[in-house]
T-cell receptor, first 116, second 115 residues
Framework: AQSVAQPEDQVNVAEGNPLTVKCTYS??????LFWYVQYPNRGLQFLLK??????LVKGSYGFEAEFNKSQTSFHLKKPSALVSDSALYFC??????????????FGQGTTLQVKP | IAGITQAPTSQILAAGRRMTLRCTQD?????MYWYRQDLGLGLRLIHY???????GKGEVPDGYSVSRANTDDFPLTLASAVPSQTSVYFC??????????????FGEGSRLTVL
């Protein structure tokens, strides 16, 4: 069975500092990994994904994520946080070997709070 | 471009009543999904449809049903609502991608309270 874990309920960072939101996963085949962001009272928006290739993936709004197969992690990063980055972030995984086409399993979510 | 439209935005419902949450997309995506979002549990898949005319069960399908008569519409029905179905419900569609790797597009959500 596939699963994904976000070990931190909340991450606090000062504006201008680098940020990291952690995600680890478990799949039986090759992982397809995604990050989504949710602003208050809104639906989720796609940020970036890793399917294959370069382990460092760049996405929207200056975010990037690094795929680490040995640590089964896909941490979201940004070099310099903005107050407007404050939101709820979800990591999601799909087992590339699964026959259940396209079904994503989401983590519990991590609230990012960027303070001025 | 509307994307995914959900209705109603919010609803208070008496236990035992039947409720249908509507979802319509204008992107002609084949795959569609219904998730519920609960604090501390993230998003959990209720039902999905890979193409018009087919549906499948997700992680938490009990008490819910779906239909997919055409590409654009994917309604979710609660036959007899219970308080544990109080949640925020999100409909999503998936853009085309090799082996299901396309990203999901989400609606704005339907907040349902069952009393």
């Amino acid at each position: 069975a596939q699963s994904v874990a976000q070990p931190e309920d909340q991450v606090n960072v000062a504006e201008g500092n680098p940020l990291t939101v952690k995600c680890t996963y478990s799949v039986s085949g090759n992982p397809y990994l995604f990050w989504y962001v949710q602003y208050p009272n809104r639906g989720l928006q796609f940020l970036l994904k890793y399917i294959t290739g370069d382990n460092l993936v760049k996405g929207s709004y200056g975010f990037e994520a690094e795929f680490n197969k040995s640590q089964t992690s896909f941490h979201l990063k940004k070099p310099s946080a903005l107050v407007s980055d404050s939101a709820l972030y979800f990591c999601a995984v799909r087992d590339g070997g699964s026959s259940n086409t396209g079904k994503l399993i989401f983590g519990q979510g991590t609230t990012l709070q960027v303070k001025p | 471009i509307a994307g995914i439209t959900q209705a109603p935005t919010s609803q208070i419902l008496a236990a035992g009543r039947r409720m249908t949450l509507r979802c319509t997309q204008d992107m002609r995506h084949n795959a569609m999904y219904w998730y519920r979002q609960d604090l501390g549990l993230g998003l959990r898949l209720i039902h999905y449809s890979n193409t018009a005319g087919t549906t499948g069960k997700g992680e938490v399908p009990d008490g819910y049903s779906v239909s997919r008569a055409n590409t654009d519409d994917f309604p979710l029905t609660l036959a007899s609502a219970v308080p544990s179905q109080t949640s925020v419900y999100f409909c999503a569609s998936r853009s085309p991608g090799l082996a299901g790797t396309g990203e999901l597009f989400f609606g704005e959500g339907s907040r349902l309270t069952v009393l």
